[in-house]
Structure formats: structure tokens, C-alpha cells
């Protein structure tokens, strides 16, 4: 968890700057020595609708979350538009069906990050961190 929550602090830092990246995918996440977090890739960001986008952000993020926690990916598919599709007609496999070791406190957490509906994630990078925090 400690590196969800750095990986957080990093992209809250960056929204509070008004910039949001455009695809925030787990090989643009680096940890650099003494677990340092980077996020590349920013040559496309934008600056506008900062504040509407960070929600998009919140999703990026959970998903490597699920990733990390099951060892699955959220919706397999053989390419990307059967992923979307899945995405938007399927239920997530609950996390404790992909590992019965996640507590109920972490699935919520996950679950909130990946919300279909982003008015129902949390509003900010830092919001999601809080309930991170709040596993320890």
C-alpha cells in the first residue's frame, strides 16, 4: 500500500497543478531508487477540465490496485474494444473471489476506484490515499 499511496500523492500533486495526464497506465508509473515514484509520459496532458478529470485519474489508478492485489486484470479481453466493452456491461469479479486474502476494507477502496460512474469515485488523488492510509 505504501507505494498506492505515493503513486497518489504524486498524481494529486500533479492535478492540484491543473494538468491532467492522458492515459495513466501501470508501465507509466516508475519507482526509482528509494522507492521514488515517477509518472511519465505527460507530453500530451492538458490543462483543462483539471478538476473534472482527476475522477478519470482515480480510475487509473485503482485498476493497477486490482492488479496488484488479485494478480488478474479487472476485465480480460483478447483486445482493447472487448475490454472497454466488458467495462461497461460487466461486473467487476469481486476482488476476494480473485484472492481470498483481501480484506473487506481494501475491496471497498477498489471498488470506489473503479466506479463506472465518477461522480461515485473519490474526487481527488488524496482521497483515494486517505483510504489506503486507512488499511495500515
Given at each position: 500500500m505504501r507505494h498506492g499511496i505515493a503513486i497518489c500523492d504524486a498524481l494529486d500533486s500533479?492535478?492540484?497543478?491543473?494538468?491532467?495526464?492522458?492515459?495513466?497506465?501501470?508501465?507509466k508509473i516508475m519507482i526509482g531508487p528509494e522507492d521514488q515514484i515517477k509518472l511519465m509520459a505527460f507530453g500530451i496532458a492538458s490543462q483543462k477540465g483539471a478538476s473534472r478529470d482527476s475522477r478519470s485519474g482515480i480510475y487509473a489508478l485503482g485498476v493497477p490496485l486490482y492488479e496488484l492485489v488479485t494478480g488478474?486484470?479487472?476485465?480480460?479481453?483478447?483486445?482493447?474494444?472487448?475490454?472497454?466493452?466488458?467495462?461497461?456491461?460487466?461486473?467487476?469479479?469481486?476482488?476476494?473471489?480473485?484472492?481470498?486474502?483481501?480484506?473487506?476494507?481494501?475491496?471497498?477502496?477498489?471498488?470506489?476506484?473503479?466506479?463506472?460512474?465518477?461522480?461515485?469515485r473519490d474526487s481527488t488523488a488524496n482521497e483515494f490515499a486517505c483510504g489506503l492510509e486507512r488499511l495500515h
Open positions: 500533479i492535478h492540484r497543478n491543473g494538468v491532467v495526464p492522458p492515459d495513466l497506465q501501470p508501465d488478474k486484470t479487472p476485465f480480460a479481453a483478447p483486445n482493447g474494444f472487448a475490454i472497454m466493452n466488458g467495462r461497461l456491461l460487466n461486473n467487476l469479479v469481486p476482488p476476494p473471489q480473485a484472492n481470498p486474502e483481501i480484506p473487506p476494507e481494501l475491496q471497498d477502496v477498489i471498488y470506489r476506484a473503479v466506479e463506472r460512474e465518477p461522480r461515485n
